[in-house]
């Protein structure tokens, strides 16, 4: 029997085999982008200390400090978390004689590690702020590298950035105590390194390089500047204040290192009453 058709229409068998032949290529270009092998991520692992300007290692005794990772172009954080451990050890960190192949760090001073799984090289922004568990001293800082897939960032110490600063706790007058005007007020305040570590006369940190000075308010204007001196305890230093007239008094306790530039703050309300 012959088939009928019309001068436009096609074999029935040429139609099918070019729609399996379209089926068929379909397939392999999928196959073949499915065996194109991607980037895998590599683990790599980073480790980040705080040391504090003129000190040691900012540990949990000071709550540690936070420490976010993030992509530095894209603003995608890749790691975050809090330092933990010791302070580190004093003679090695104090030392002059290292050189800078050698890590001031030791295993136990305080760190934060994380292991990131990078797939490509990544410019990485460190920012850390602390000590956690003194808000009234806590600072920033920040610091910026690359960091390629598998290649660790752990010798020498890891990545160690420097916390400038002093830890200043007003410890008297409490708050919220009225005080009569006319009769003296103990000022007294501890004054730290970053780490907690204790400032003494002819010490490792000295008494004598630490100005702390007391600066007294009254409705907002100044009205006194009181030098606090050390009263013969670990970082304590103290002085009295008498005020002379009733009204609402803002203390602000500074200490300063001329040397270094460390510089650290406190405050608290006071009123005084006739």
Same mark, same amino acid.
């Not at 020498?156 to 410890?171: I, R």
């Given at each position: ?26 397939? @392999? ?16 692992? =980073? ?36 330092? @933990? ?14 050189? #800078? ?6 295993? !136990? ?21 602390? &000590? ?42 409490? &708050?919220?105590?009225? #005080? ?28 004598? !390089?630490?100005?702390? =000075? ?14 606090? !001196? ?45």
């Amino acid at each position: 029997m012959t088939e009928h058709r019309l001068p436009h229409q096609r074999p029935r068998r040429v139609a099918f085999n070019a729609w399996t032949y379209g089926v068929l290529a379909g397939m @392999a270009w999928l196959v073949a982008g499915l065996a194109t092998p991607a980037a895998s991520a590599e683990p790599t692992e =980073v480790t980040v200390r705080v040391i504090a300007k003129g000190a040691k290692f900012i540990g949990s005794g000071m709550g540690g400090v936070a420490v976010r990772l993030e992509d530095a172009d894209s603003g995608q954080i890749l790691a975050q978390g809090r330092t @933990a451990g010791t302070t580190g050890d004093t003679d090695r960190i104090m030392s002059r004689g290292l050189t #800078h192949a050698q890590s001031r760090a030791t295993p !136990d001073a305080a760190h934060f590690t994380a292991t990131l799984e990078l797939d490509a090289p990544r410019r990485v922004r460190l920012v850390a702020t602390g &000590p956690v568990a003194q808000p009234q001293a806590r600072t920033t800082v920040t610091a910026t590298q690359w960091i390629v897939p598998g290649r660790h960032l752990t010798g020498g110490g890891g990545w160690v950035v420097e916390m400038p600063g002093l830890v200043v706790n007003l410890m008297s007058p409490a &708050p919220a105590i009225s #005080h009569p005007a006319g009769e003296p007020i103990r000022l007294d305040a501890k004054v730290m390194m970053m780490c907690g570590c204790p400032i003494t006369p002819d010490g490792l940190w000295d008494a004598a !390089d630490v100005e702390v =000075v007391a600066t007294v308010l009254r409705d907002g204007k100044p009205v006194a500047r009181v030098p606090l !001196d050390y009263a013969n305890s670990p970082s304590r230093f103290a002085a009295p204040y008498t005020p002379e007239a009733a009204g609402t008094y803002e203390l602000i306790v500074h200490a300063y290192q001329p040397g270094n530039g460390n510089t650290g703050l406190d405050r608290t309300g006071l009123w005084v009453t006739e």
